[in-house]
Structure formats: C-alpha cells, structure tokens
C-alpha cells in the first residue's frame, strides 16, 4: 500500500461516497450482498466489497439525499438491484485515512433486499456476487478465501451481532441509533505502515491526521 508523505497527503481531495449493504433472511441467518471488485480496479481490485461509489453532480441534482441517491444508482450499476433511496437507513460514515492517495468521505446504508430481483455482477466494476452470512464471510476471510480491506471488515464485524435476529429488527435498530462516525488513522513507524486504528485505539490521538 502506497503511503503519501505529509506535504502530499493533505492535498489529496476526500470525495463524497455512498454504499449499500443489501440484506436478506437466509436459512437461519441473516445474509449481506457483496461484490468482488475487478482485478483491474484501481482502487481494491479483487477485494469483496459492499456496492457503491463516488457522489457524482447528477445525484446532487436528484433530490435532497445525494448520498442515498448515489447508493442506489450504483447499486443497479454493479450489481442489477433496483433500490428505493428513501427506503435506505444510515449505518456508518467513515473518511479514509490521511496518507492514501484516494480518499473518500462514504455514508454506508443498509436496506433489505428488494423482492423479486436478481442481483448479478456487471462483468467489468464487479466480477462476482456473493451472498454471505457475516460471521461466515469473516472466517473465509481469515482463511485467505475471501479478501476485504479494513473499512469492510469492521463494518460485516458491525452486522455479526445481529444476524441472527433478521433483517426488519436491524433496520429498525439501525433507525433508532445516533450514526457512528469512523475516523481511521493510520499507524506508522519509520513511514512504514504497522496498521489501521480506530478511536479508543492505542495511538490513535497521535497519529497523522488534517487539522
């Protein structure tokens, strides 16, 4: 991973994001769609992420929620799933790390699955589809089978908890709570990366981040 010197990384531009975590009542547990990411992306290629993407200037113009709007836009641009933007409910907002030459400022929402849709990859943002059970998606990660940058891998730790109890009581807890805002750092030594921390982390306060 490429890391920016100081004088670099705080000219990089935190563009506005949007993602999905599009849900459903599996056999016994709850389910969450992910994507993989193309081989030749330029950011996480081949990494099993959540559908989404950069705000563009048509979802300011779409309504009063641009970041839902972009959510559902490139939810049906990678994946095929025609979502409601009012029906998607805030989970987390985290801004990538200072130090990485992309960063983005992402609304991550969760939403049930629409009835009646297929969801399929695009063959060229996404190559692959995988409905996956949270707590099993993190054992095949462990495993080296199925590869998830930080941000992803702390959000499907998010849903674990709640599994079990299906989709309707998620959302409805997710309604109810004060919107978690994840502000990663990222801890180096000698500028080299030792890992990503997040508040309430040893060394969080003190590593590198804007004023």
Sequence with gaps: MKILPATDAAAV??????????????????????VRRSLQASFMPGAYVFPGGAVDA??????????????????LEECA???DPAALVPWS????????????????????APEGQVARADESETTAIAWVQPSAALDAHGRGEHPME?????????????????????LAWAARQPLPVMEP???????RLRGVLLRGDPGWEDAPRLP
């Design 13 to 34: 531009p935190i563009r506005a994001a949007a993602t999905t975590l599009v849900l459903r009542d599996g056999p016994g547990r709850m389910e969450v769609l992910m």
């Design 58 to 75: 048509a979802d300011h113009a779409a309504g009063p929620s641009p970041h839902a709007v972009a959510a559902a836009r490139e939810c």
């Design 93 to 112: 907002r985290w801004t990538t790390p200072l130090g990485l030459p992309k960063r983005f400022d992402t609304m991550f929402y969760v939403c049930r």
């Design 185 to 191: 750092r990222l801890h180096l030594e000698d500028g």
């Design 81 to 83: 799933l025609r979502l």
């Design 150 to 170: 930080f941000a992803t891998v702390r959000t499907v730790q998010s849903l674990v908890p709640h599994e079990g109890g299906g989709v309707q009581a998620l």
